[in-house]
């Protein structure tokens, strides 16, 4: 059996245990059929759809398949109207990666080519993208809470809707993935996506703002092949779901050499060793990684590095440009000591690189040090591909938006003295 991807404060898909019981609504009559481009509602407005293989331009199919969808209303024609879906499935120009076995740990995925922080990996459409947080309406029990059985029933119902929608052949990969969730009274299609699950909450936010930011608004996605992916706790990758190609996407986060294996967290990425180690427990096993194993030291590198992070605020950037007297290396100074901590650690994978490296970019083109802009717009670049897909169409309104700021520091330190 193979450590299947899950949750986690980076990965998170269905965090272990999320079982929101305090919103009480019911799933009545789960009904199937098989149409793909039909849709089916629930009493409690749960929607089980297909976003369909085809689309009127071929070049935007997917031959591996269709992704069958548990949404609310609204949310499939947001995803259909977004100008350009779809772009279709991206692919690295090279194919990247191959499944082999890993001694011990089942299968893994392993680099067929040197890759480079940004680089797509591999993308595909998940099988099936579902709530990450079921409301039940079940009587509560004696402890004013429903009952978990009946929680999980109501829960694997919904599924069952949407996995019996399915191509026979998704179904069967579906069933075949890895379940971590056997001993703790999960039915098997719900521990399946327990077990798999990535985020998809940020991808359907981004499409439907209307999306609430509480449990209910939060989405898992299952890709059949990304499952095979292990877990590091300094990982060389990241998954994010991308809406406008509706894909999950795999993204190198570090330089990656050929027959390297490829890893992504399954757990937050800045939690001490035990705090990781708690949510690695339910994958059923024990991380060694050097992090793990030299936990004092490793510990204390990430709980620093989340407090640099946490200085290092948009307010003191702006105040950093507005401020003449404030040294130039005022914020650089201190996105330096992030950085070299990330790199001790090995985590590129954390939101905090990706936001030194927009920190770096912006600072150099508002003090306009033309010289390195070109290879702070192209780190920048890369990191918000690993932060929202290389097919975002964000990315080019982010890069449009960070040139604003260029001579910014300068024109607004002039101004400022012309005041005086
Ligand atoms: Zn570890």
């Known amino acids: 059996m193979c450590q299947p991807p899950g949750s986690g404060a980076e990965v998170d898909g269905l965090s272990n245990g999320l079982l929101d019981l305090h919103l009480h609504e019911t799933i009545a009559g789960v009904l199937r059929e098989r149409d793909p481009n039909s849709s089916t509602v629930n009493q409690s407005g749960y929607i089980w759809t297909t976003i369909p293989r085809s689309f009127l331009d071929a070049r935007c199919n997917d031959p591996a398949g269709e992704t069958e969808c548990i949404l609310r209303g609204g949310m499939k024609e947001a995803i259909l109207a977004q100008p350009g879906f779809s772009c279709g499935v991206p692919a690295p120009l090279e194919t990247a990666h191959t499944i082999n076995p890993v001694p011990g740990r089942g299968l893994g995925m392993f680099a067929t080519r040197e890759l480079r922080y940004g680089d797509l990996i591999f993308a595909e459409r998940p099988l099936i993208v579902a709530p990450a947080a079921y409301m039940t309406r079940a009587p509560p029990t004696e402890t004013g809470e429903p009952s978990l059985e009946w929680l999980f029933m109501e ?16 179904q069967e990969a579906y069933r075949a993935l890895a379940n971590s969730h056997v001993n703790d009274g999960s039915p098997p299609l719900l521990g399946i996506m327990r077990t798999n699950g990535f985020s ?32 590091s706790c300094a990982p060389n990758a990241t998954v994010v779901m991308e809406p406008l190609s509706f894909t999950l996407q795999l993204i190198a986060v570090k330089p990656i050499a050929l027959g390297d294996e ?54 003191e950037f702006e105040m950093w440009i507005r401020e003449p007297s404030l ?27 990706a936001y030194a490296l927009e920190l770096t970019a912006k600072s150099i083109c508002a003090a306009g040090h033309i010289g390195n802009l070109i290879q702070a717009t192209i780190a920048y670049k890369a990191a918000l591909s690993t932060e929202l897909g290389v097919t975002s169409p964000r990315i080019q309104d982010r890069l449009a938006d960070f040139k604003s700021y260029l001579l910014k520091r300068t024109a607004d330190s002039e101004s400022h003295q012309e005041e005086e």
């Open 327 to 353: 040294p130039e290396d005022y914020l650089m100074k201190h996105v330096g000591a992030m950085i070299d901590l990330i790199y001790e650690e090995g985590l590129q994978a954390a939101t905090e690189y």
């Open 262 to 315: 490829i890893t992504v967290t399954y757990c937050g990425l800045l939690d001490t060793q035990k705090q990781r180690q708690a949510q690695l427990d339910s994958y059923g096993f024990t991380c060694e990684c050097p992090a793990c194993s030299n936990a004092a030291e490793s510990d204390e590198r990430r709980t620093k590095i989340a407090e640099i992070r946490k200085s290092l605020g948009e307010h």
């Open 155 to 170: 829960w694997e119902d919904l599924l069952k809707a949407a996995v019996g929608r399915m191509s026979t052949e998704n």
């Open 200 to 231: 998809a909450s940020e991808a359907l936010l981004q499409v439907f703002p209307g999306l609430s930011d509480g449990p209910e608004g939060r989405f898992s996605a299952v890709g059949k092949v990304l499952s095979r992916v292990n877990h």
